[in-house]
């Protein structure tokens, strides 16, 4: 991640009063920060629906969009660090399965902030 938008971030979270915030961040593992978040949710799809999904919505070849998707960790790696997935290709109740992971994110970040009185990242 480059510093500056590290050093951004870092600023911006200091104005909210939540108990927990999600960070997007696309190449956190890429970029070894994976130690910054308290946990790491991917949302996974397949390496074909990946390629289908990129080609649609930035309008561009397959062979671009395979080259982008080469400079990325691989799918195995990134599910092996993830704390919680979503399976974005199989699951048809995607609202019920968020609506789970709020909840627990919410008793999570409760647990943590009465230890230590910061936001649960």
Do not use: C, G
């Amino acid at each position: 991640m480059h510093p500056l938008i590290q050093k951004e971030t870092q600023r911006q979270l200091l104005f909210f009063n939540v108990l927990y915030i999600i960070w997007v961040a696309p190449l956190l593992i890429e970029n070894k920060r994976e130690h910054i978040p308290h946990r790491i949710l991917v949302v996974d799809i397949t390496p074909e629906e990946q390629i289908k999904r990129t080609i649609k919505r930035d309008y561009t070849t397959k062979e671009i969009t395979k080259k982008i998707i080469s400079n990325q960790i691989n799918r195995k790696k990134r599910l092996e660090t993830a704390n919680d997935i979503i399976y974005n290709h199989v699951n048809k109740n995607l609202d019920f399965i968020v609506f789970k992971l709020h909840k627990k994110y919410l008793k999570l970040a409760e647990n943590h902030y009465k230890n230590n009185k910061k936001y649960f990242l």
